[in-house]
């Protein structure tokens, strides 16, 4: 039986220019729209931005991709990119390609999942913003963004 040494690297697939921190849901949306452009995507789509301790972008990356009403993920995969990133804190973002904002019960089962994880992996999860049409939602803090 062959035992294999083996080396996590993480690809840079892009590389883009913001220098604004993400301390407020204003600013995490205004990236979100501006930058990774999750309103434009027909069918959900679940993002992690990666932030140091300062809540600088350290980088962003896709950890499930769906259908129009519903995402395909673990918080496996979440995690993995996560620390592979060197995270000290996250975001979670995804879109409702029906434009209404609204978090269904799966979005605020996940969130509650993720936020338990994340606490054992000591990775803050900051948000988790859902884009809609016109109108934005944060699940952390449960209203309106």
Known sequence: MNIYKNKLIMIKEESYKYNQKLSCSTNTINFIKTIIKLQNEPEE?????GLDCK??????SEVG???IDTIVTSPREIFKRALAMNCSKIILAHNHPSG???????DYQM???IKKISKILDIQLLD????GE?????I???RKV
Not at 55 to 60: L, Q, T
Not at 128 to 131: G, L, S, T
Not at 134 to 138: D, G, I, L, P
């Open 65 to 67: 991709r769906g259908t």
């Open 55 to 60: 809540n600088n972008i350290i980088g962003f």
């Open 134 to 138: 016109k109108e934005n939602y944060s």
């Open 140 to 142: 952390i803090t449960n």
């Open 45 to 49: 789509v679940l993002m992690l931005i």
């Open 111 to 113: 969130t509650e999942q």
């Open 100 to 106: 209404d904002p609204t978090p269904s019960m799966c």
């Open 128 to 131: 988790h913003i859902v884009i």
